[in-house]
């Protein structure tokens, strides 16, 4: 059984890509290099290139039993006003429940119930209208002993087995019947999406193969899992918590015809769930600027889920040898487009990674030291959150810019979104060239 808590900093390095920033002798200021008495000073005049960049997919699930796995997992086709479209389903296996073995030999089915629980503080943009979604049988087996990535697709049938049109009551909890003492009683449970699955298909799980039922191993064999897919296409996108304990197959039936009984199969944290995720930016503001690139563009775009990351260069970092950095910031002002929904919250926090020569990428020293100091505050230690009302996002680069100056660290940076697979919000900053709040660095130092 995974733990969540056993390589945060690993799993940020994997899931998150690099920034750049960049700075330039001729643009610094004569300032800033002449002279040689030790004193304070301050610019924000650096050179910074910046550009949007495609992410080709993200881990979704990793075998590592050292490695946490996602809690949450998006369905839905968001159409969004300024990024173009974006699609995610959920593949999952399930597993028998370890506490109750499974007897279904004298059972009458009434019905077989998916559950979903939902993420309330993850779903993301407008939730009030009719959302659909189709159930799938996977006919690919899923191993667990693979590394899986948002690019890949599984086999299914052709028909669905479940299907449900619904609006999103993610914080409403739900009344449900549930078996006790031999009788039906309303409980009350968390937020969930309930979706009934056909008979025919509940017969053949419960019924076709005992044999299938004596063992996990065997059960995932002869049931591959479910593919959890969008049938409609929405102004926002759905959060489901796809690992708590009420997530599963819920099979209701009875015994000598009265005693009413329940079964789950549940998604254990060894089960193997993972997310696909389309982007479509054609015909979209992104997918403009996408199309015509600029070293320094004006408007820069980050999105969550295996979207559009942000890449920076301070290509005359190292040219500044003769200063101690006191404070090293990155501001990337927020900006919302005529036509966009404040609907459209901004991503809550960005993260910054070094781009290595090999295009590897791991996080910033910065950001690791902000993870080491537990006692303290994240936020003003390294940065990078943001709010509904947030104007910029800022964060602190100090360590790592005095490296880039030693020539110890990379000069080129990737900005993204945290937890990205986890995430669906996405953001327009400013970018260097921006003609009335750029983004810039901010650099304290002392010069000797």
Not at 192 to 209: C, E, G, K, M, T
Not at 316 to 334: C, F, H, Q, T
């Amino acid at each position: 059984m995974k733990s969540p808590f056993l390589s945060f900093s690993c799993l940020m390095a994997a899931l998150l890509p690099l920034l750049f920033s960049c700075n330039d002798p001729s643009e610094i200021g004569a300032d800033l290099l002449s002279g040689d008495e030790l004193f304070l000073d301050y610019t924000d005049t650096l050179t910074l290139r910046a550009f949007s960049t495609v992410t080709d997919s993200v881990k979704t699930y990793d075998p590592d039993p050292f490695t946490a796995d996602y809690e949450n997992a998006h369905c839905g086709d968001f159409t969004d006003p300024v990024f173009g479209r974006t699609r995610a389903s959920i593949y999952t296996q399930f597993s028998l429940n370890t506490s109750i073995a499974p007897d279904f030999e004298n059972a009458v089915l009434d019905s077989l119930v998916l559950v979903l629980p939902y993420n309330a503080s993850l779903s993301y943009g407008k939730l009030d209208e009719n959302y659909g979604i189709e159930i799938y049988r996977l006919t690919q087996d899923l191993p667990d002993s693979v590394l899986y990535y948002s690019n890949q697709s599984f086999e299914t049938e052709s028909t669905p087995i479940g299907s449900k049109t619904y609006i999103p009551e993610v914080s409403d909890s739900v009344s449900v019947l549930m078996p006790s003492a031999d009788t039906m009683k309303i409980e009350r449970q968390i937020p969930q999406l309930r979706i009934p699955l056909d008979a025919s298909f509940a017969n053949l799980l419960l019924y076709s193969d005992t044999a299938a039922l004596e063992s996990t191993t065997a059960f995932q064999a002869f049931f591959k899992g479910l593919h959890i897919r969008p049938s409609t296409s929405n102004l926002g996108m759905v959060s489901f918590n796809i690992r708590n304990n009420l997530a599963g197959l819920w099979a209701y039936y009875r015994e000598e015809d009265t005693l009413q009984r329940v079964y789950q199969f549940p998604i254990f944290s060894g089960d193997v769930v993972t997310s696909h995720f389309e982007h479509d930016y054609e015909g979209s503001i992104a997918g403009e600027f996408l199309s015509q690139p600029s070293a320094s563009d004006s408007l820069l775009f980050l999105q969550g889920l295996s979207g559009l990351s942000i890449d920076f260069e301070i290509p005359y970092a190292d040219e500044l040898g003769n200063m101690v950095i006191n404070r090293a910031e990155l501001v990337l002002p927020i900006i919302r487009l005529e036509g966009d929904d404040s609907l459209f919250t901004p991503v809550p926090q960005i993260i910054v990674s070094e781009i290595l020569p090999d295009s590897s990428s791991v996080v910033i020293r910065d950001l690791t030291l902000a993870i080491s100091r537990q006692g303290d505050d994240f936020n003003s230690l390294f940065g990078g959150n943001a709010t509904s009302n947030s104007t910029a996002y800022v964060v602190n680069l100090s360590a790592h810019f005095q490296n880039m100056i030693r020539g110890a660290a990379e000069k080129k940076l990737r900005v993204s979104v945290y937890l990205k697979p986890e995430h669906a919000e996405r953001v327009v900053l400013c970018g260097p060239s921006h003609p009335l709040t750029p983004a810039k660095i901010r650099l304290g130092f002392t010069r000797f």
